[in-house]
């Protein structure tokens, strides 16, 4: 009954060899980093959108000069104050290139008197200035607004003129947009991918079927860009031919290429889904007279449903994000319409269209960034969504406990 | 074989089955007798199976098989070009060894045969279900629940599910693979009297490892061995005075 202390114990943990930790060792540094730099990219979107509670209270006739002058905050700040000097300094749009601004950046900040105009600045910008106050003597100007609105305001009208005397700042076009498209790419993408993938996995030979299953899944590969082009040169085509619409590029063009783009995901992932229940229920329903048709979609595919589910929400979120071909194909174009033939402009397309060429650290910066945070917020929770709602209550309810 | 002549259901005409070129099984010849349990036995991977499964032709979802020979059903060799395989599987049904109800309700599960032969009658699909359930001894047990996920069933409940989706769809002829092999006893025994009660109704073929099973339910027994039927009688003629060695010496425990 006493335990033995001397000798060899057999059950000793193994020394292990330092090969193995090392490889251990790789492993765990390089998950981390994945992880670690997902967080950075996030924390950087965050910061430089974080920009933007800077101008919350401003009126939009502040933001011009704000969106310029970054620092001199104060400077600006103390310009609301007195609204009636405000027509001199509103030379500083933000038309005028990146060099312009930075002089009067300068101007404003060195001599703090708003009456200074900006020394390098011609005079022929002032007819573009935006100013209520000014208004009166402008009214042949169309882009002028006649009231003070505050950035909340402007974010939430329906357009969106970044770059303008008076820059409208307005989601509405592109959130639309956006829906838009994915809508149409879902539409479109989802059947073909799920109608494909109960093809390949129920009814086709498996000669075909172990063709179809990789080529489907190499255009999950295929550049953006290069899908972006045949929907530019041939899709856009097609569709004002066909349908003859007015404009080339819209909103049908955008959701074909994006439709194109999320098929291969659709299909992969419905297709596994498909394979993953088991064989037997297939058998049972075919044991009990059922067609082979009955037999997908009554049995197979409501089986596999918390799967198809996943994969339709992955589709909407690749389409959501998806710039290159938003970028090439939708018409770039934030236009207010609830028309499918009209060209439109996707958040994320806005963001790789605009960031190339803003001020750094202007408002409208900020505001790409906070795209790029929105983006990121709709694509988490969908895929929070797929995670936490199907994975864990449609499978439940339609594969019971096991 | 009996005094008076039965009434023959399905008869076998030296029937070859192969998988590609692997011939599974040898010239089975055999007459099976309606209303009447069948039940093959003989160890793993004899053919005992696969001819059930060649009896619904549900062989044919597997790839790369042929056939010899012919099974005769009704007068109608089922292998026959103008046969159609989803009405011959309305006739023929089948209860596999895993009990694998489908991810719907206990109610959805019965109702789902009635709704692939068209009949949308709520009150009539009700009245099959409600039968078809007391019929499989689990209308009792289940009564209250009916539209809970039939994944919620103990394992001997979900197998008298499976019975019961069988039954509803009225075929003549019921197959069971090994429908206890993944059973306790109490669900076992269950089921086993479930069997001597559906006789009266259906042929049934059973398949079974469990010689003691085939000596309890069974009038006839075939026991199969590497493909070939090596004999087929009485169930009490097999397991007492049986004419070839093998199957005495599976039947005693000496091999398989």
């Known amino acids: 009954m006493t335990p033995q202390t001397s000798g060899t114990n057999p059950f000793r943990r193994r020394k292990r060899h330092i090969g193995e930790r090392i490889a251990e060792f790789t492993v765990r540094l390089t998950a981390s980093i994945s992880i670690l730099m997902i967080f950075l990219i996030l924390t950087f979107v965050l910061r430089e959108a974080w920009g933007i509670t800077a101008f919350l209270t401003e009126t939009n006739s502040d933001k011009t000069e704000k969106g310029v002058v970054n620092e001199g905050s104060k400077a600006a700040s103390s310009d609301s104050s007195s609204p009636d000097t405000y027509g001199e300094t509103e030379e500083v749009s933000p038309d005028v290139p990146e060099e312009y601004n930075s002089d009067v950046q300068e101007t404003i900040t060195d001599s703090g008197t708003v009456n200074t105009t900006g020394g390098d600045e011609p005079e022929s910008y002032n007819p573009d200035v935006t100013d209520y106050s000014a208004s009166e003597e402008n009214k042949a100007e169309p882009n002028i607004s006649h009231e003070k609105k505050t950035l909340v305001q402007n974010l939430t009208s329906d357009t969106w003129q970044p770059v303008s005397s008076e820059p409208k700042f307005g989601l509405m076009p592109l959130i639309l947009g956006t829906a838009k498209t994915t809508f149409i790419a879902i539409l479109i993408g989802a059947p073909l991918g799920i109608l494909a993938a109960i093809y390949t996995a129920f009814f086709a030979p498996r000669r075909l079927r172990e063709v179809m299953k990789p080529v489907i899944e190499l255009l999950a590969g295929f550049p953006s860009v290069v899908i972006g082009f045949f929907c530019l040169m041939l899709v856009a085509d097609f569709v004002q031919i066909t349908f003859g619409v007015e404009y080339r590029l819209n909103a049908i063009v955008g959701g074909i290429g994006l439709a194109i783009a999320i098929v291969p995901v659709i299909f992969t992932i419905t297709e596994d889904s498909l394979m993953s229940v088991p064989k037997s229920y297939r058998e049972a329903s075919l044991a009990l007279g059922a067609t082979e048709w009955q037999t997908a979609f009554k049995v197979m595919l409501p089986a596999a449903l918390p799967g198809v589910v996943a994969a339709v929400l992955l589709g909407v979120g690749r389409a959501f994000g998806e710039t290159m071909i938003a970028l090439m194909a939708t018409g770039n174009a934030a236009v207010y319409s609830a028309s499918m033939v009209e060209p439109v402009r996707t958040l994320a397309a806005t963001i790789g269209a605009e960031m190339g060429e803003v001020i750094w650290g202007s408002l409208h910066y900020n505001i790409l960034f906070m795209l790029g945070v929105l983006l990121f917020l709709v694509s988490f929770s969908i895929n929070a969504l797929t995670e936490f709602f199907v994975k864990g209550m449609l499978a439940k309810k339609f594969q019971g406990g096991t | ?256």
């Not at chain 2, 599974?24 to 005992?48: M, T, Y």
């Not at chain 2, 042929?203 to 075939?222: C, K, L, P, Y």
């Open chain 2, 1 to 256: 074989m009996g005094k008076e002549q039965e009434r023959i259901k399905i008869r076998t005409n030296d029937f070859n089955f192969y998988y590609g070129d692997n011939r599974a099984l040898h010239n089975i010849s055999v007459e099976i007798p309606e209303n009447r349990v069948v039940a093959f036995i003989g160890p793993s991977g004899c053919g005992k199976s696969t001819f059930l499964r060649s009896m619904n032709r549900m062989n044919d979802v597997i790839d790369g098989t042929s056939v010899k020979g012919a099974i005769v059903i009704n007068g109608i060799d089922i292998y026959d070009k103008t046969v159609d395989v989803v009405e011959l599987r309305k006739l023929v049904g089948m209860v596999f060894q895993k009990h694998i109800p489908f991810p719907k309700s206990i109610y959805d599960n019965v109702a789902y045969g009635l709704y692939l032969s068209g009949r949308k009658n709520k009150t009539e699909v009700e009245g099959i279900v409600e039968q078809s359930l007391k019929r499989s001894a689990l209308w009792e047990e289940v009564k209250d629940r009916l539209n809970e996920s039939a994944m919620s069933l103990s394992g001997g409940q979900q197998q008298r599910l499976c019975i019961a989706r069988a039954v509803a769809v009225d075929p003549e002829v019921l197959l069971m693979d090994e429908p206890c092999s993944a059973l306790d006893p109490i669900s076992t025994a269950k089921i086993e009297e479930l069997i001597g009660e559906l006789k009266d109704t259906y042929t049934i073929i059973i398949v079974t490892h469990n010689m003691q099973q085939a000596a309890r339910v069974s009038d006839f027994t075939g026991f199969f061995y590497m493909g070939n039927l090596v004999e087929f009688d009485k169930t009490r003629t097999i397991f007492t005075t049986p004419s070839k060695k093998e199957t005495e010496d599976y039947i005693t425990g000496r091999f398989g």
